[in-house]
């Protein structure tokens, strides 16, 4: 038996009819770029997240890209971030001219560490940028009093954590504005690229709409700052409405998995298994389990035809793209030492259970438990 880490085919037969009439009715409208689809979405998406504002753009790189620029950051100015994340969330702050300063994470939720905010924050810090990592949201309510003091906004990189909630607000309404990622693979999946912003401020968004379409203004030839072309397209939105409705349970599926995940995981030696803090409710984007020895863990289930994964192995301020922020070895203890560690299974929400229970147990078989 193989299992992969996500079953995009499995999730597309549940919902086949959905997303067939949802594409069919685009490709026959012929409306290919922005139109009715985008509106529609943009509105459902931002009503999901209990946001007054949603943006469509091409992908999670440049929803973060775009929203920065919207901000005024560039040349001189720095962000304030982590390094234990996906490398878009640096590069969008090295692409506006600005440096990263990264903080360390807290290592029970992998999350940027409230703690180390304080000590990171000059007058050239023009933003905060905290990462939901793995669907576990940062912990907002800490971060978000460190930025009141210095009024300083806060942008959630959102791209992992569609649904997560923090107090009962969700991503994408916790902070400023949020950037999302819909990558195929992600809890809400297009099938191709394609990105959002979120925000209750209105102004934000017109910015970030204008940036996104070639700096537009109120007619289509008038251009009235540089953009770029990053457009959501209709057909993805198409596909991003008919799942919407069902990531709710999508999402209950991925914490009942995570739940059973550590029922038949806990006390196994040499692990320690993930969980939701107390400030929130993750969207379980990943199962992440730390592992004594993850390369024997790893090539263990490998043979065994249960798919692994490593998100990440390594920081991002140790990464030679990142050169620019000055990094280096020792900076980040506790990143640094989750980049060793951490392993992902499988976790979607048509993993059988079954499946699930033989994981468990060949992990189990591993680590020397019965
Ligand atoms: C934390 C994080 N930020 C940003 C991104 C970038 O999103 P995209 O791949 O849609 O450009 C991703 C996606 O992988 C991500 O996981």
Same mark, same amino acid.
Do not use: C, Q, W
């Given at each position: 038996m193989n299992v992969p880490m996500v079953d995009l085919r499995a999730q597309y037969l549940r919902i086949q009819a959905e997303i067939d009439a949802a594409t069919a009715r685009v490709v026959a409208s012929t /409306?290919?770029?922005?139109g009715e689809e985008c509106r529609l979405f943009e509105q459902e998406f931002a009503a999901f997240c209990g946001a007054g504002h949603a943006v469509g753009v091409a992908n999670g790189t440049d929803a973060l890209t775009i929203a920065l620029r919207a901000y005024g950051?560039?040349?001189g100015d720095e962000v304030v971030t982590v390094?234990? #994340?996906?490398i878009a969330t640096g590069e969008a702050i090295l692409l506006n001219g600005a440096r990263p300063v990264f903080v360390d994470v807290?290592?029970?939720?992998? #999350?940027?560490d409230p703690g180390a905010l304080e000590g990171a924050i000059?007058?050239?810090?023009?933003l905060i940028l905290p990462v939901h990592l793995y669907g576990h949201p940062a912990n907002m309510e800490a971060i978000l009093a460190v930025a009141a003091h210095h009024r300083l906004p806060v942008l959630e990189d959102a791209a992992q954590a569609h649904a997560a909630e923090v107090s009962g607000r969700?991503?994408?309404?916790?902070?400023h504005a949020a950037c999302f990622s819909?990558?195929?693979?992600?809890?809400?999946?297009?099938?191709g690229d394609a990105g959002a912003i979120t925000t209750n401020d209105a102004e934000f968004a017109a910015r970030v709409r204008q940036i996104a379409n /070639?700096?537009?203004?109120?007619?289509?030839?008038?251009?009235v700052v540089v953009g770029t072309n990053s457009r959501l397209d209709a057909l993805q939105a198409a596909v991003l409405r008919a799942k919407l409705p069902h990531l709710e349970r999508w999402t209950a599926e991925r914490l009942e998995r995570a739940l059973a995940y550590t029922r038949l995981l806990?006390? #196994?030696?040499?692990l320690v298994l993930p969980r939701e803090q107390a400030w929130g409710r993750s969207a379980w984007h990943l199962y992440t389990l730390r592992a004594t020895n993850r390369e024997g863990l790893q090539a263990h289930l490998t043979a065994r035809g249960i798919a692994t994964a490593v /998100?990440?192995?390594?920081?991002? /301020?140790?990464q030679p793209a990142m050169a620019a922020a000055g990094g280096k070895t020792g900076d980040l203890p506790v990143s640094e030492r989750l980049s060793r560690e951490v392993i992902q299974i499988p976790l979607y929400p048509e993993l059988p259970l079954e499946s699930l229970e033989r994981i468990a147990q060949e992990i189990r078989a591993f680590c020397g438990a019965r």
């Open positions: /409306h290919f770029i922005g950051v560039g040349p390094a234990n #994340t996906f807290d290592e029970a939720s992998f #999350t940027m000059t007058p050239r810090t023009k969700r991503a994408g309404s916790l902070g819909f990558y195929p693979g992600k809890n809400l999946g297009a099938y /070639h700096g537009g203004g109120t007619t289509k030839y008038d251009n806990e006390g #196994t030696a040499g /998100h990440y192995p390594r920081p991002i /301020h140790l």
